[in-house]
Antibody, heavy 119, light 111 residues
Framework: QITLKESGPTLVKPTQTLTLTCTFS??????????VGWIRQSPGKALEWLTL???????RYSPSLKSRLTITKDTSKNQVVLTMTNMDPVDTATYYC???????????WGQGTLVTVSS | QSALTQPASVSGSPGQSITISCTGT?????????LSWYQQHPGKAPKLMIY???KRPSGVSNRFSGSKSGNTASLTISGLQAEDEADYYC???????????FGGGTKLTVL
């Protein structure tokens, strides 16, 4: 059974750096074809893909946010970490950790964590 | 503004069928048969309903079906049930640079 869970601060101040951790179970991020990514959803808005890291450490970033994002993995700990710099109130959103599979879809989602950016 | 265009809302009565469209471009929907659909109930995480245009994951009702023609994909829900009331999002693979793009979402109301 695949599960993913996001953890990190619920409140960050403008200009600060956000660090979120995704801890997962039920699969290995060293298995060919597997990826773990992040998707966010601002209140009342659509889903927005942010980034993804593959089993072989290849990384993909949203072109519009690429300069602010970093994704890393720790395979031994079954964790993926998202870092987003220079946070702004418009970055207030629920951030989801997702499992990406070769059918090219996000087949498992974490419960999401709401991050509010406010001074 | 989302990369894929969906109607903001659709509605239908129980037992009826509805179709939600998802229009992209030749850089995403039109090129790749890697289109997925997600259902999201209020306050919940999205759930994968369709992948690779028309395939259903295990456990998803066969009332949900998908198709694609050119740059437009569609999700059809037949035999509408109250529990189908939710937001639906399409998502297309868009190549190694852009990776994926989402639609703006469609709110389905079961009357």
């Amino acid at each position: 059974q695949i599960t993913l869970k996001e953890s990190g601060p619920t409140l960050v101040k403008p200009t600060q750096t956000l660090t979120l951790t995704c801890t997962f179970s039920g699969f290995s991020l060293s298995t060919s074809g597997v990826g773990v990514g992040w998707i966010r959803q601002s209140p009342g808005k659509a889903l927005e893909w942010l980034t993804l890291i593959y089993w072989d450490d290849d990384k993909r970033y949203s072109p519009s946010l690429k300069s602010r994002l970093t994704i890393t993995k720790d395979t031994s700990k079954n964790q993926v970490v998202l870092t987003m710099t220079n946070m702004d109130p418009v970055d207030t959103a629920t951030y989801y950790c997702v499992h990406w599979a070769l059918p090219y879809s996000f087949d498992y989602w974490g419960q999401g964590t709401l991050v509010t950016v406010s001074s | 503004q989302s990369a894929l265009t969906q109607p903001a809302s659709v509605s239908g009565s129980p037992g009826q069928s509805i179709t939600i469209s998802c229009t992209g471009t030749s850089s995403d929907v039109g090129t790749y048969n890697l289109l997925s659909w997600y259902q999201q109930h209020p306050g919940k995480a999205p759930k994968l309903m369709i992948y690779e245009v028309s395939k259903r994951p295990s456990g998803v009702s066969n009332r949900f079906s998908g198709s694609k023609s050119g740059n437009t994909a569609s999700l059809t829900i037949s035999g509408l049930q109250a529990e189908d009331e939710a937001d639906y999002y399409c998502c297309s693979y868009a190549g190694t640079s852009t990776f994926v793009v989402f639609g703006g979402g469609t709110k389905l109301t079961v009357l």
